[in-house]
């Protein structure tokens, strides 16, 4: 298949950029932190670890998926691999969704190995491992699929830098749609309010991923929350994916 091909050459070209440092990195912090914090209350201290780490592995997920999924596509067109690759029997929607399906599974797996060092130190920590911890870091890998769906529709179309500029600042209103809905209410004004409500429909909430304050105290998730909130991760997506297959078809590559 075009799109399993196109998506393990993505994950070779990323694994040539050494990611999985960052994991080391990330194992690093989290191991200093959990010592910096041994001078607070055991209670106190397990659950900031929890909160720190849950954190911590949907940030460095997005940190990726910009620095990685952004220049990709342009280095490709750069150095003559896009024209190479179109004249194959692949079409553009499968190298969008090619590219897209390799961004997301390395991205994944770089998060599910941060995802078991932080387990570690959890353990280590004496922390419980509750399943809401886990529904915590399932759904950040859906969020990050979402953000990189984000970018592939800004990469269809425009630079590196525009790309990751939009993507970066979509994840940070994503995670204040709530508070875009409670702006708008403060209008008076029509038009202001008609802005700020379609503003809060259109970005992606990615408020709803974050079940942080479950995992770390242990509240129970309304009933099927995490199905619902992964349909409307994967819907969001699927229509960007749509949109970028449809800009990057009619767009000429030189």
Not at 137 to 148: H, K, N, P, T
Not at 208 to 236: K, S
Request: with cysteine; aromatic share 14%; net charge positive.
């Amino acid at each position: 298949m075009p799109i399993y091909t196109l998506a393990k050459y993505t994950i070779k070209g990323y694994i040539k950029e050494r990611i999985l440092l960052v994991v080391l990195i990330f194992g690093f912090v989290l191991m200093a932190a959990s010592y910096v914090l041994s001078p607070l209350a055991v209670g106190a201290q397990r659950k900031i670890v929890v909160d720190i780490g849950l954190a911590a592995i949907p940030l460095f997920g997005v940190l990726l998926i910009v620095l990685l999924g952004a220049g990709s596509f342009y280095q490709e067109k750069e150095h003559g691999i896009l024209n190479g690759l179109l004249v194959k029997p692949i079409t553009r929607a499968d190298f969008v969704l090619g590219k897209y399906a390799g961004t997301v599974l390395t991205v994944a797996l770089v998060m599910v190995l941060m995802a078991g060092v932080h387990l570690f130190v959890m353990w280590l920590g004496g922390a419980s491992l509750t399943a809401n911890v886990f529904w915590a870091i399932y759904l950040s890998v859906v969020e990050i699929a979402v953000v990189a769906a984000v970018l592939t529709f800004f990469s269809s179309f425009t630079s590196p830098v525009l790309a990751s500029f939009f993507t970066i600042c979509t994840a940070v209103s994503g995670h204040l749609s709530n508070d875009l809905l409670d702006f708008a209410d403060r209008f008076s004004q029509a038009v202001p309010r008609f802005f700020a409500k379609t503003a809060y429909y259109v970005l992606p909430n990615l408020g709803l991923f974050n079940v942080r304050q479950e995992a770390v105290h242990d509240l129970p998730l309304p009933e099927g929350f995490v199905g619902a909130v992964t349909a409307y991760g994967l819907f969001y997506a699927a229509v960007l994916l749509f949109l970028a297959a449809l800009i990057f078809r009619a767009k000429e590559i030189h």
